[in-house]
């Protein structure tokens, strides 16, 4: 850390200082240009407030650069904490260096400057001030209007670029369960209605303001803007006063309207620069719209297989093409990759339509070691059909429960999605991180009490069948044996073509006996499988295999007893002969149904209650009286309205009276009806609902009917992605970046929704992400 001694003179050459010195001890590289190294920085020192402003230490580089003009960067590079070393540095700047590297080096590096000569440490009070710029990257600018930079802490250069980024990406405004204020006593809050017709406001959760996008990306540009910085930095936060929302936007020739037509302005492709300077006739417009038609069409039959971007000869495909404008630069395909995710997860949040989720969470790590958390929304969609989407893979530092929230909060919000909707989160309890997802639930919980959590249900039945299958003395002896059984008959390959053998002989006299029969299908080759203790679906298999192929089993058994190396006899003996149980008191029924059967069921029966809450079993219980089998056998009213009040943020206290009445009807209506006798289960209760426009007459029901149904229940669709990450990133592409391989992922698990994109639109959309060469 940097000690106070060092700030005492509080200059900007100091707030240079701290930054080197962070640098410095994280080894990372600093930028400076060659006019920043002006010794005379008088006019500069009016800027100094803004060094300050540069809090975003953990970046790795900074830029330091004079507005006016930009010659090409200089670097020095801070090697290690024995030796500074630098490219291209003039002696005639070696003064100005000294200025910003002066004590806070002392005698921690003799500043050994390659080629230039020595620095020591002197210091230099009146160094010049300066402007600090942050370098940024794409991938992790932030999206709520409260934590993100202001344009100008970036380098002139990435303008445009952010400015493309954030348009691309519209105006934040998540539907969120907003915090009251009080002004004079009255409790008011922002309103998401206020978005309506207001297309350039913005919510910030992190602040609780109100911010302006146009005035964020442009602000600076053009001047004051009604309620000076309110909209830009500070965040407009008087709920009391929304006259002030409509004074901000003002008359025709507003700072705000300018800011609006900018950014149109940098939209319009003709309009640009470039597209004067470079002609493009007709003609190579039109090709150039072929050329990219082509390539979105090649990157999307990519991407919906998996497979990776190489080629070794494209020399007959691009031979019309021109030698300038290939489109197969990497970069450019990344763009009409990053493209089409993006356009993927815009339809995934219309189709949600600011309604209620919930999310599945998962974490594993990829090829490259990499610690990626994964996250799917669930929802109901306005045809009353559950829908699980993929909405990205995140890589996280760490796995510690709030890092986790950070990295969930910071996706949602991307998407414009908001905690707030949360109703339910489920995650597999059986993994190592369960002491932190329980963390993770329990932060969620406390910033919304809606957002119940369920241990993923087919995790939880496979932990009870373990610990019945752990437990029981007489079962865990069972599999031990299967699996020792394979282990010994399928050791090796010359086994195994034992077992095929004896198989086949067996089935072949079976055959002439008239024993089995022949048809398609039937009588196929089989194997023993070794089991996988975590998949425990595969014990059943290899059970069933074995039942099959008894015969041939113990055949190759007592072939290895004759002819097999000694410990391989051994143990094909002790596997044959196995003692047998004291048969006689008991009949083999009742050794099998009362000491085994019924002992298991009892265990089993156990294990589950103790594996689900009170709580949640109480919250199923209610739900399981929206069940429509059976003529609504389930239906309980009391036990819906208790499930209504686990909603406290959808039922206010008028609406359980109404939901009342509401269920009276709605029953004798449902009973009464015979298009909705012949339903099973919840969600084809949902979809007809829909489809007769009931869910209009009973909105209250349907609430209740679209917040079971949101409850997640298996996080299968998660552990899906991570197969597609394993088939997507694997060992040929571990190389991959972060961003790219999220927006394959996204591609490639929801290419339906892909699919269902023209290329019209990401052809727009990768065209206004930069400032393209040529036009459509
Ligand atoms: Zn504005």
Not at 623 to 628: E, F, T
Request: charged share 25%; hydrophobic share 35%; aromatic share 8%.
């Amino acid at each position: 850390m940097i000690g106070d001694g060092m700030l005492n003179t509080a200059t900007i050459g100091n707030g240079m200082l701290n930054t080197a010195m962070d640098l410095w001890e994280n080894g990372g590289n600093l930028v400076l240009s060659k006019t920043d190294l002006r010794e005379n920085g008088d006019d500069l020192t009016a800027r100094s407030s803004e060094i300050g402003s540069v809090t975003a230490r953990r970046r790795s580089s900074f830029r330091v650069t004079s507005d006016r003009s930009r010659p090409p960067p200089l670097r020095l590079r801070v090697v290690d904490s024995s030796s500074l070393t630098a490219r291209l540095l003039p002696a005639r700047l070696l003064r100005t260096v000294r200025c910003f590297l002066p004590q806070a080096l002392k005698g921690q590096c003799a500043c050994v400057l390659s080629g230039v000569g020595f620095i020591s440490p002197v210091q230099d009070s009146s160094s010049s001030s300066k402007r600090i710029r942050v370098d940024f990257d794409l991938e992790n600018l932030p999206s709520d209007p409260g934590l993100r930079q202001k344009i100008s802490s970036y380098h002139p250069n990435n303008h445009d670029e952010i400015r493309r980024y954030y348009l691309a990406k519209g105006p934040c405004q998540p539907v969120h369960d907003y915090p009251i204020s009080h002004f004079s006593g009255k409790p008011r809050r922002f309103r998401s209605e206020w978005y309506v017709d207001r297309n350039w406001l913005e919510y910030s959760i992190d602040k609780d303001a109100a911010f302006c996008f146009y005035c964020y990306l442009f602000g600076q540009d053009v001047g004051k803007q009604g309620g000076g910085d309110t909209f830009i930095t500070k965040g407009f936060k008087l709920w009391n006063q929304l006259a002030k929302l409509e004074s901000h936007v003002r008359g025709v020739n507003s700072a705000h309207n300018h800011a609006v037509k900018k950014s149109e302005d940098l939209l319009k492709e003709k309009q640009h620069i470039q597209s004067v300077l470079v002609k493009q006739s007709n003609q190579d417009k039109l090709d150039y719209r072929v050329q990219l038609n082509a390539i979105v069409d090649c990157i999307r039959f990519i991407l919906c297989r998996g497979l990776a971007f190489r080629g070794h000869d494209e020399s007959q495909v691009l031979q019309r093409v021109p030698k300038n404008c290939k489109l197969t630069h990497s970069d450019i395909q990344k763009d009409i990759v990053n493209a089409i995710a993006r356009e993927t997860s815009k339809v995934i949040i219309k189709d949600l339509e600011n309604g209620f989720f919930s999310i599945l969470v998962d974490e594993s790590r990829d090829i490259s070691v990499k610690e990626q958390m994964s996250l799917v929304l669930r929802y109901v969609n306005k045809k009353g059909i559950i829908i699980e989407r993929f909405l990205g893979v995140v890589h996280v530092a760490s796995t510690t429960a709030l890092s986790l929230k950070n990295a969930i909060e910071c996706l949602l919000c991307e998407h414009n999605l908001s905690l707030s909707n949360l109703r339910g989160q489920g995650y597999d309890g059986a993994s190592n991180m369960q002491g932190d997802i329980n963390g993770l639930k329990t932060l969620i919980l406390k910033e919304n009490n809606s957002a119940f959590y369920v241990h993923c249900f087919a995790h939880q039945l496979q932990l009870t069948l373990v610990a019945v299958a752990k437990n029981h003395i007489n079962i865990a002896e069972f599999f031990y044996v299967v699996s020792n059984l394979v282990t010994v008959v399928g050791g090796s390959c010359k086994r195994r073509d034992a077992l095929r053998d004896a198989q086949f002989a067996k089935i072949r006299e079976d055959l002439e006996n008239g024993v089995r029969r022949s048809g398609q299908g039937l009588n196929q080759e089989t194997n023993l499988k070794r089991p996988g203790d975590t998949c425990w679906g595969s014990y059943y298999g290899t059970i069933l295999n074995l039942i099959l192929m008894f015969s041939a089993v113990v055949d190759v058994l007592e072939i290895i007893e004759e002819d097999g190396l000694s410990d391989q006899k051994v143990e094909a003996r002790s596997i044959m002969r196995r003692p047998r149980r004291n048969t006689q008191q008991n009949t083999n029924l009742h050794h099998y149904r009362a000491e085994l059967f019924y002992t298991v069921i009892d265990m089993q029966l156990q294990e589950l209650n103790n594996r689900f809450s009170e709580a949640n079993t109480d919250l199923l219980r209610c739900m399981a009286c929206l069940n429509p089998s059976n003529s609504f056998v389930a239906f309980d009213k009391e036990k819906l309205i208790r499930l209504a009040k686990f909603y406290p943020s959808d039922f206010l206290g008028t609406d359980i009276l109404a939901l009342d009445s509401q269920l009276q009807n709605y029953i004798f209506d449902m009973r009464s009806n015979d298009l909705f006798l012949e339903l099973q289960g919840v969600s084809e209760l949902a979809e007809k609902l829909v489809s007769t426009r009931k869910h209009e007459t009973y909105p209250l029901v349907y609430l209740l009917v679209k917040l079971a149904l949101t409850l997640p229940v298996a996080t299968a669709t998660v552990e899906r992605s991570f197969s597609a990450m394993k088939y997507v990133k694997n060992e040929l592409r571990n190389r991959m970046g972060d961003r790219f391989m999220n927006d394959c992922l996204v591609v490639y698990i929801e290419k339906d929704v892909a699919c269902s994109i023209d290329n019209e639109t990401i052809m727009q959309r990768f065209q206004d992400m930069k400032t393209r060469r040529r036009q459509l």
